[in-house]
């Protein structure tokens, strides 16, 4: 049984630039949310998708977008990068429909922006 | 967003020792979800709570729903060197689908 599975495993970009973050569900979810983990913090909120659109948005600008595609496979987008946009970039699936929701992680993306 | 309050920050304790950490919340929650976390790694998933009172075990760990519905605990009983990493909590309100984190307990264990 596939866990949940992301790429690239590292990033390293300059300010200003974009990136395109990837992730694999678990097999057996439909649901995909992503989340930014700085140094020393826990894991924050950036949205979440559900059947191909964004169904909750957290605390984040607009230079951060998404997208899931039919295979419930997802990215995530973010333009006009700053050096706070450094972080571990997690993404956690889930099963929408089920009366208990419980989330799974992959193993994170670490970007770097200098 | 809102941010759970998780205590203590950090522990240090002798090989074979128990382990007590809570989590609190100002929301009432409907889940509760506690994860382990290795460096540069993501978030494993240790035990999951759906019901207020609801006593949860897995191996050693043992976990909490408290019965107000904002705040859970996690124990861990007799523990080894490879219980040492960072304890999160996670807690999802009624209403929306977003979890939100606590601030996380630092485990070391000496041998």
């Known amino acids: 049984d596939a866990g949940v599975t992301q790429s690239p495993t590292h990033l390293i970009k300059t300010r200003g630039q974009q990136v395109t973050l990837r992730c694999s569900p678990k097999?057996?979810?439909?649901?995909v949310s992503w989340y930014q983990q700085a140094l020393g913090q826990g894991p924050q909120f950036i949205f979440q998708?559900?059947?191909?659109?964004?169904?909750q948005r957290g605390n984040f600008p607009d230079r951060f977008s998404g997208h899931q595609f039919p295979n419930y496979s997802s990215e995530l987008n973010v333009n006009a990068l700053l050096l706070g946009d450094s972080a571990l970039y997690l993404c956690?699936?889930?099963?929408?429909?089920?009366?208990?929701?419980?989330?799974?992680f992959g193993p994170g993306t670490r970007l770097t922006v200098l | 967003g809102q941010q759970l309050n998780q205590s203590p920050q950090s522990m240090f304790i002798q090989e074979g020792e128990d382990v007590s950490m809570n989590c609190t919340s100002s929301?009432?929650?409907?889940?509760w979800l506690w994860y382990k976390q290795d460096p540069g790694e993501g978030p494993v998933l240790l035990i999951a709570?759906?019901?207020?009172?609801e006593l949860t075990s897995n191996g050693r760990l043992t976990a909490q729903f408290g019965i107000t519905r904002k705040d859970s605990f996690l124990n861990i009983s007799a523990s080894i060197p490879s219980d040492v990493g960072i304890y999160f909590c996670?807690?999802?309100?009624?209403?929306?689908?977003?979890?939100?984190f606590g601030t996380g307990t630092s485990l070391t264990v000496i041998p």
């Open positions: 996670a807690g999802q309100g009624y209403t929306g689908n977003q979890f939100y």
């Open positions: 709570l759906y019901k207020a009172g």
């Open positions: 998708y559900y059947e191909e659109e964004e169904r």
């Open positions: 956690a699936s889930s099963s929408t429909g089920l009366l208990t929701d419980t989330q799974y």
């Open positions: 929301s009432i929650f409907n889940t």
């Open positions: 097999s057996g979810h439909d649901t």
